[in-house]
């Protein structure tokens, strides 16, 4: 067995209090903890669904001083979430406000049914299908 564990995942975020809302209103994950750093001139918030000794969570990184929002780059993926019925699941967070970027269906050249939503940043949210 590994001594290493997967902690969190960082992204920086622009609108930390729209990114919160998003993670935790729509998604359904919990603030965690969240902390100031005024000689850094930083914020940190940590969004997930369950606690960090046992779960990996997300990172929002917030620099108070950021006046445009963030290019995403093209080395980034996605984040993955596992979900029990995609379009059910689909629906409710269009329902919420949610950008859905690829609607649900099976993967190209697989059966697996994805989608995508997008955060208020442009990150890109992969949807797995898990029965």
């Not at 969004?47 to 969570?57: C, K, L, P, Q």
Request: glycine share 10%; proline share 5%; with cysteine.
């Amino acid at each position: 067995m590994s001594e290493f564990r997967f902690l969190h995942t960082m992204i920086r975020v622009f609108d930390l209090d729209k990114s919160i809302s998003f993670y935790t209103d729509i998604l359904g994950m919990k603030l965690l903890r969240k902390s100031d750093y005024p000689d850094g001139k930083f914020t940190l918030a940590f969004v997930g669904y369950g606690g960090e000794e046992d779960h990996t969570v997300i990172e929002l990184t917030h620099n108070w001083d950021q006046s445009e929002p963030y290019e995403i780059g093209n080395g980034f993926g996605h984040l993955a979430l596992g979900v029990p019925d995609i379009y059910k699941t689909c629906e409710s967070l269009r329902i919420s406000g949610a950008k859905i970027v690829r609607e649900p269906g099976p993967m190209k050249h697989g059966k697996t049914v994805i989608a995508f939503i997008e955060d208020p940043d442009g990150y890109k949210i992969e949807l797995i299908e898990k029965k």
